[in-house]
């Protein structure tokens, strides 16, 4: 049974910080590609970022240089460090596991991120 679960998520000021966490379990980490994507109310799931099996990475235009997705294949866990956080940042973020061609993906139940002062 493949479980992907999510954690970190939370309230934060404009500009501050955080760090969400993404354990799956039940898959060979190793060869699925880690994603983090979010969805603000009425908007359609975008993709924040991913990182591939070979550890390469691929972010949206709006967190380059902001955030930074890394993997822990030995632990099955997946990181999103979020910096310099904006309201518009502001969604439910999503953990996604797949293979490459999206032959096999999994969805977590998303965590909240709220930016606001």
């Not at 460090?81 to 096999?104: I, T």
Request: some cysteine; proline content about 3%.
């Amino acid at each position: 049974q493949v479980e992907v679960v999510e954690s970190g998520g939370g309230l934060v000021q404009p500009g501050g910080s955080l760090r969400l966490s993404c354990v799956a379990s039940g898959i060979t980490f190793s060869r699925y590609v880690m994603g983090w994507y979010r969805q603000s109310p009425g908007k359609q799931r975008e993709l924040v970022a991913t990182s591939g099996s070979y550890g390469n990475t691929n972010y949206a235009d709006f967190v380059k240089g902001r955030f930074t997705i890394s993997r822990d294949n030995a632990k099955n866990t997946v990181h999103l460090q979020m910096n310099s956080l904006k309201p518009e940042d502001m969604a439910v973020y999503y953990c996604n596991a797949r293979l490459r061609n999206w032959s096999q993906a999994y969805w977590g139940q998303g965590t909240q991120v709220t930016v606001s002062s």
